[in-house]
């Protein structure tokens, strides 16, 4: 079974960055994938950037498109979320996920059964 840790939230004004760290323990196999998702309250759950462990494909909704970057470190087991240009609107709790995969990572839409971590805040405030 493969854990999931998130870390690297807080506060920050927009205009500023941040970077989270989502580390990975367990099962996680070379060919599954990585994703960054949020939830702002009243809002439903939705995909921010994937990555597929063995080719670095990545993946990111047009939200985050030139602000936000995935990457990895294989040998520390992590997957970081660069988050630069930041918005008030992207304040949300950010949760990373693990979900089996290939080349490319599957849509967000099918990352339901996806194993997630507890998950760490963001406030972005103007």
């Known amino acids: 079974q493969v854990q999931l840790v998130e870390s690297g939230g807080g506060s920050v004004q927009a205009g500023e960055s941040l970077t989270l760290s989502c580390v990975a323990s367990?099962?996680?196999?070379?060919?599954?994938?990585v994703g960054w998702f949020r939830q702002a309250p009243t809002k439903e759950r939705e995909g921010v950037a994937s990555?597929?462990?063995?080719?670095?494909?990545?993946k990111y909704d047009d939200s985050v498109k030139g602000r936000f970057t995935i990457s990895k470190d294989t040998a520390k087991n992590t997957v970081y979320l660069k988050m630069d240009s930041l918005k008030p609107e992207d304040t949300a709790m950010y949760y990373c996920?693990?979900?089996?995969?290939?080349?490319?990572?599957?849509?967000?839409?099918?990352?339901?059964?996806?194993?997630w971590g507890q998950g760490t805040q963001v406030t972005v405030s103007s």
């Open positions: 996920a693990s979900y089996p995969g290939g080349v490319y990572c599957p849509p967000f839409s099918y990352w339901t059964t996806a194993t």
């Open positions: 990555i597929s462990l063995n080719h670095g494909r990545t």
């Open positions: 367990g099962n996680i196999d070379d060919y599954d994938c």
